[in-house]
């Protein structure tokens, strides 16, 4: 079975999904285990996987035998399988963390459906990372955003069914500008594999029908990974799905469009055509600084914590592209990694808030006061992803930022240096506000719901992530070990 | 709901055609133009047709909800399950020729082919009817 | 000699992350909760002690602890020059923690397990400081540094409290940028980061680039409280006494304090900052820091304030010994590390003594207070006398020492800063002992007795040490301080 790894890691939640559904109508408790399970076989699988790409390189599957070009192609490389760990990590942690917090934010009748569009999800992001063919990234793309729009509107109230429509709304026109680009590509080149696409294109560099597609992906994935100012879905999304949503939009599905970016730039198009010929990384560069200050600032302004969560988001976005987009090799190597970090602490974050809403049914923060004492762990929680947003070593967050940085020195570029650093200031005054609410403010009375921690399947997602925010940065070498060759190889033209 | 005999009357006899020509958009998905999405949706057209001729509870009773989930799971089912089976012979996923029939590799390839995309008609057609039902029951309360 | 492999040093620092985790995980037990930072202290000291012989000996001791990213390694060296700093904060933790258990159980505290545990990490991060055998590790450790300190400053959790503990980071988490951005340059520049004596620097920049360098280093270690970047300190005095004392007039300021002597002698290198001419400019920042901070001082009527301008005036002493680039200059500066922490702790627990056992704050209020609690304010007129530079007290020595470097090199308008500097502290001292030993007492004060045991205890052996100190100078920290100096002379 180990040669059909790349497949099956794709098939196997797509079986879940209609055996999670089966198994809910059965009886609605049976769609959670099959969902998890589900996860944790694909997890396995992924980690099967990973052990081939190290050892082999790239690992190449050809689907139903026919041969690329003409076939789908999957192909695994050391980017696609960092990639997929995380995302799998993440949707694993959030899978078990939804058992109980959608108990309250979802009707109960919905359950069954939610596993499925869920697993639904997590085959739509498992199948962009592992595809080679350009047309199968846009499928899967658009099935995990169909899943995730549907996430969004699931919770009670209307607020979350305008946010998801929004969303739904923003995210097909960001699908139109893609599948666009890929029409003019497949009219160009008549091939939709993606090394083969690369092979084929540098003759066509200064083509003109060449450059409109290359818009066209750009403005597409730019909405997608809801880079400044095309961000406006985002707030509310995140702010009114349900808290497991929250937790997977900020850290699975925001780093789908993150990926996708990287490997349409970078392996579609080369470094040498997106530096050369059509100077877009210098723009997209200045964006994300925008977006990382914008992003910073706007969260300062929240009194919602979830809301100040997902404009935090933006700011983070921000610097994974512009880890990108200085285009060497330590700044790629942080952007990728911030890829693990952000996601990793913004899980956690977003796990926190979604526990206090539980608990308590705050959702502002100044009436989180006290809450160091009712909810110990969570708060403990609470601090160490706060401090690793804000960039204190030795958390993940530093790391990321010492890359950054120093790539940022490398290039010489000295505005987003400071960028960098004064961002990690901002992010210290709204966390530390937050902080202040929670721990160094007495509770005044009127507390309504229990007190005491959250239930132990909510609490160990986020006290692993909380603990993988301080054993990565402590130990950064393992990811960095996995990732170290991929910048390079991204950057190979340079 | 008012009857309705016109309406009725050309439905009933509408739907048999439909269907049939769903069915031959899908089985002929292999060889020209069309396949499981196309040929599933026209089913589930045939369907609609049904609820909007006859009401949705008469739908409901001749097709449970459950009977809808079922179909859908099992379309996947026999997709994903065509490419294990191929895996399991040695082949790669969807590697038809590899599953061991009387017949010529091109023959159970075309076979094969057709299977998945019964598989993936019917996933089509269950979710489409689905959605549809779940909307109307929305829009109308229970009618 | 080779340097000698030891998890020592790593173990010295774990110790108190432990205990701050034991601590927080008992955090019901206030008993045990004392009893863990107790013990927790008296083995960290032990662990730092047991290094002493091996330094002594003319050994180090190094232990590389992980190689966290590539350039950037977490490594822990113990040389002549750390070993001072870490024998100060280790040995004062001990005293400190009792004074605390004192003082929290007569101010009815709470939050305990967040106090001590916050404390430990503190104490903790400040020794890494200490033994830190590079820039990274140092950095890391000064930003655990601030953020486990900050818990203590707003311990009190009133609006004043909050107040003080937002100005306190905006100050040091900035600083903590600037020296992460001092520290990317430097990698930058040359390659590495690792403390070498002779610097790292020479032959890699300009002296354009040295001195923005020196510039940004220098607000980077804000934590020494040089002016302008010094009004954190006096803010912080909210925090509670024994945090006043062994933090912010020990552990963290000094960290400030060693952190750019460690960098202006092993990153710079002596040579290279004196071609660049970066002596002249910390020399300047320094001696208006020393005048202007004792003028300040005079002003306040609050003790603890007044104690918090002095400290940052006798901060100033450390920069400009180690500005003279001479040996007896920084063999001033190292030894005024300790000689000062001793001084000013028993300054800073008396201080506390009186809340504890008075309530009062203001210097105007404590007339006669030397007669209701005689033995109190005989360990302040200790203090007091030896940081003014007095003999017998050890004050006395590091100030000679600094007087001869700046002989030494020649600059006599820091010989007169130095002068002028004694007599303004005795200007701000004196009227204290003064009001406290001859005016008669006031009428709330009838019935006061000494303070409570376990508060008073500490201050007595902290004064008894300054003065023991003063009449043997040499061991340990005389000692050590020469051989750092020679060390970094390049001799062996």
Redesign the interface.
């Known amino acids: 079975m180990m040669e059909h790894l790349p497949v099956l890691v794709v098939i196997i939640p797509l079986i879940g999904a209609y055996t999670s559904l089966v198994g809910g109508w059965v009886d609605r408790r049976y769609a959670f285990p099959i969902a998890f399970i589900n996860i944790l076989t694909q997890f396995t699988a992924a980690l099967l996987l990973t052990v081939r790409v190290m050892q082999e390189g790239v690992v190449r599957y050809n689907l139903g035998d026919w041969l690329p070009p003409w076939g789908i192609e999957y192909v695994v490389d050391r980017l696609n399988i960092y990639v997929l760990l995380i995302l799998l990590f993440l949707s694993l942690l959030c899978c078990a963390y939804s058992k109980r917090s959608i108990g309250m934010e979802i009707e109960e009748r919905k359950h069954t459906g939610f596993y499925t569009i869920f697993l639904l999800l997590v085959a739509g992001v498992t199948g962009i990372t592992v595809t080679g063919d350009i047309f199968n990234l846009y499928v899967f793309l658009e099935i995990s955003s169909l899943a995730a729009y549907t996430l969004v509107s699931s919770g009670r109230g209307g607020k979350g069914l305008v946010a998801g429509f929004n969303y739904l709304v923003m995210g097909s026109v960001s699908a139109c500008f893609i599948l666009l680009g890929i029409g003019h590509l497949y009219m160009l080149t008549g091939t939709l594999n993606m090394a083969d696409l690369a092979r084929v294109l540098p003759p066509l560099y200064t083509s003109t029908t060449l450059h409109t597609a290359f818009v066209f992906f750009i403005v597409g994935l730019s909405i997608k990974t809801a880079l400044f100012p095309l961000h406006l879905w985002l707030p509310d999304a995140y702010t009114h799905a349900p808290s497991t949503v929250s937790a997977l939009l900020s850290t699975v599905v925001s780093k789908m469009g993150v990926y996708a970016t990287i490997r349409i730039l970078f392996s579609v198009f080369t470094v040498e055509f997106v530096v050369g010929y059509f100077p877009v990384m210098e723009f997209l560069s200045w964006l994300a600084a925008i977006a990382i200050i914008a992003g910073s600032l706007l969260a300062i302004a929240q009194r919602d914590l979830k809301r100040m969560l997902a404009y935090s988001s933006v700011g983070q976005m921000g610097y994974i592209l512009l880890g990108v987009g200085m285009v060497n090799q330590l700044a790629m190597t942080g952007g990728i990694l911030h890829m693990l970090n952000h996601a990793v602490m913004k899980g956690c974050l977003f796990m926190v808030a979604g526990a206090f809403i539980f608990r308590t049914g705050f959702r502002r923060i100044d009436d989180l006061k006290g809450m160091g004492k009712r909810m110990p762990w969570t708060s403990a929680a609470l601090v160490i992803g706060a401090l690793s947003m804000i960039g204190i070593p030795p958390t993940v967050g530093f790391m990321s930022k010492w890359y950054l940085a120093l790539g940022a020195i490398e290039a010489g570029q000295w505005v987003f240096l400071a960028v960098i650093l004064a961002s990690s200031l901002l992010s210290a005054v709204y966390f530390w506000r937050l902080l202040e609410y929670v721990y160094f403010r007495e509770g005044e009375g009127g507390v309504e719901g229990g007190t005491g921690d959250v239930p132990l399947p909510m609490l160990i997602p986020m006290l692993v992530l909380a603990a993988a925010c301080l054993l990565f940065g402590i130990f950064v070498s393992i990811p960095l070990s996995l990732i170290d060759p991929v910048a390079e190889s991204l950057l190979g033209g340079v | 709901m008012r009857e309705d005999v016109v309406i009725r009357t050309v439905c009933r006899a509408m739907i048999p055609f439909i269907q049939l020509f769903a069915l031959y958009v899908i089985l002929h998905g292999s060889s020209s133009a069309g396949g499981g999405f196309q040929g599933g949706v026209i089913f589930a057209s045939a369907f609609i047709l049904y609820v909007i001729a006859f009401g949705i509870m008469e739908v409901r009773r001749r097709m449970h909800e459950?009977v809808v989930?079922?179909l859908?799971?099992l379309g996947?089912?026999i997709y994903?399950g065509i490419?294990?089976l191929c895996?399991l012979f040695g082949?790669?996923?969807?590697?038809?020729?590899a599953i061991p029939l009387p017949v010529s590799a091109a023959e159970t390839r075309g076979l094969m082919m057709e299977f998945v995309e019964i598989g993936i008609g019917l996933t089509v057609m269950a979710v489409m009817t689905s959605i549809f039902m779940d909307i109307s029951v929305k829009e109308g309360g229970e009618d | 000699m080779e340097p000698l492999e030891s998890p020592v040093p790593f173990i010295a620092i774990l110790v108190p992350f432990c205990a701050a985790a034991l601590i927080l995980l008992s955090y019901r037990r206030r008993r045990l909760i004392e009893a863990y930072s107790l013990l927790a202290s008296i083995l960290t000291f032990a662990l730092v002690l047991i290094l002493l012989p091996r330094v002594m000996e003319g050994s180090e001791v190094t232990w590389s602890v992980l190689k966290l990213l590539p350039g950037a390694n977490l490594g822990l060296h113990v040389d002549a020059f750390g070993l001072i700093f870490a024998l100060t904060s280790s040995s004062l933790w001990i005293v400190s923690s009792l004074y605390s258990i004192g003082y929290m159980n007569a101010h009815d505290g709470h939050n305990l397990a967040r106090f001590y545990a916050a404390f430990a990490i503190a104490i903790a991060s400040a020794l890494a400081v200490a033994m830190a055998a590079n820039l990274f590790t140092l950095f890391i450790f000064y930003e655990i540094l601030t953020i486990s300190t900050y818990p203590l400053v707003v311990h009190e959790g009133t609006e004043e409290a909050m107040r003080a503990g937002r100005k306190y980071l905006a100050y040091l988490l900035t600083a903590g940028v600037f020296l992460l951005l001092s520290l990317l340059f430097t990698q930058h520049l040359a390659g590495g980061n690792e403390f070498t004596s002779g610097g790292i620097l020479a032959g890699h920049a300009t002296d354009f680039i040295v001195r923005i360098l020196f510039l940004t280093f220098l607000i980077g270690f804000a934590k020494a409280a040089w002016m302008p970047l010094h009004s954190w300190l006096p803010t912080a005095m909210v925090a509670p006494t024994p945090v006043s004392a062994l933090l912010h007039a020990v552990a963290v300021v000094k960290a400030g304090a060693f952190g750019m002597m460690r960098v202006i002698c092993y990153i710079f290198g002596l040579e290279l900052a004196s071609a660049a001419g970066l002596n002249m400019a910390l020399i300047l920042i320094a001696s208006v820091t020393i005048l202007v901070s004792s003028f300040f001082a005079l002003a306040q009527d609050n003790l603890k304030r007044r104690l918090a301008y002095s400290t940052i005036g006798q901060l100033s002493y450390i920069l400009l010994g180690v500005a003279l680039l001479t040996p007896q200059g920084i063999a001033g500066a190292l030894l005024h590390i300790p000689f000062h922490a001793y001084m000013k702790i028993t300054l800073f627990f008396t201080a506390g003594c009186i809340l504890v056992s008075t309530g009062l704050e203001n210097i105007s209020e404590m007339k006669g207070i030397g007669r209701r609690m005689p033995l109190t304010m005989g360990a302040f007129t200790l203090g007091a006398i030896g940081v003014c530079g007095f003999p017998p007290l050890c004050g006395f020595f590091s100030k000679l020492l600094l007087a001869e470097g700046s002989v030494e090199a020649g600059a006599i308008p820091v010989l007169l800063v130095l002068l002028s500097s004694s007599v303004l502290n005795a200007a701000y001292f004196f009227p204290i002992i003064r009001t406290a030993f001859l005016d008669d007492p006031a009428e709330e004060l009838r019935g006061r007795k000494e303070a409570p045991v376990l508060v008073l205890i500490p201050s007595l052996a902290t004064a008894l040490l300054s003065l023991l100190m003063g009449l043997y100078p040499a061991f340990p920290f005389l000692e050590l301080a020469t051989m750092a100096v020679r060390a970094l002379a390049g001799g062996p």
């Open positions: 459950k989930v079922a859908s799971s996947l089912y994903a490419g294990i895996i082949a790669g996923f969807l590697g038809y020729s």
